[in-house]
């Protein structure tokens, strides 16, 4: 066979429409602050970043941020107690957390939420919640390489026929739920053969047979998972 390509494909539809909009406004703006990044800065602790609105934006007074921590290692997890801050509309300096943990390499799901309030105004805006999976650097702190990746594979490619392997991280949080694998050409779903362990991955495979050679076939794979 030549190529093999196998992927997801999306066919997105744009409309457009003219709406006039008065330019007015009734209530005082109130903008949540947002969690922008989260750094590892060696092997056992990470940076959170967030960042407030403008001034000119934000008229809030009152700005509580909650930050929840989540600990996975392999079977191990642990949920931190939150981290809470209060600001008024003039003391909002604090932009970043150094977090500090005992564990080497581990993986931490940061969730970041806060609500707004403005004094004497019946208006207030629902918490927001926003989360990032991230990990802290190896050991030797010589290298970050952040959340492992689920790796898909074709092989044992014969001239009828082939194996799609899907390899799940053993280290990932998140346990696998299900898995697809179906030919784009002809509608044919993958036959599973069963799975294999090693020290890195899980691996589950799906056989395709009954194909023609010399010719390239298209794979629709897809996975679920659980937190």
């Known amino acids: 066979m030549d190529n093999y390509l196998y992927g997801l494909y999306i066919l997105f539809l744009l409309s457009f429409s003219i709406i006039t909009l008065c ?20 092997s056992t602790a990470l940076t959170i970043n967030w960042q407030f609105a403008n001034t000119s934006i934000d008229q809030s007074d009152l700005i509580r941020i909650y930050i929840i921590i989540y600990e996975f290692y392999y079977e191990y997890n642990r ?45 207030y805006l629902s918490i927001l919640n926003t989360c990032i999976l991230t990990r802290t650097c190896l050991r030797s702190n010589k290298a970050c390489p ?10 044992n490619i014969t001239s009828n026929s082939f194996i799609i392997s899907f390899l799940w991280p053993n280290d990932l949080p998140y346990s696998s739920n299900s898995f697809t694998t179906q030919l784009i050409n002809n509608g044919q779903i993958g036959t ?10 899980t ?11 010399r010719t390239t076939y298209t794979v629709n794979t897809s996975f679920s998972y659980i937190p």
């Open 203 to 213: 691996i589950r495979s799906y056989q395709f047979t009954g194909l023609q050679p």
């Open 79 to 123: 949920t931190y107690p939150s981290i809470n801050y209060t600001f008024t509309s003039i003391n909002k300096t604090i932009t970043s957390l150094i977090k500090n943990f005992e564990l080497v390499n581990a993986y931490y799901y940061i969730c970041f939420s806060s609500n707004s309030t403005i004094t004497n105004f019946s208006q």
């Open 23 to 42: 330019h007015c406004q009734i209530y005082p703006y109130m903008t949540e602050p947002k969690l922008t990044s989260v750094i590892p800065l060696n």
């Open 146 to 155: 952040g959340p492992s990746s689920v790796i898909i594979l074709s092989r």
């Open 192 to 201: 599973y053969l069963g799975s294999t362990q090693n020290i890195s991955y």
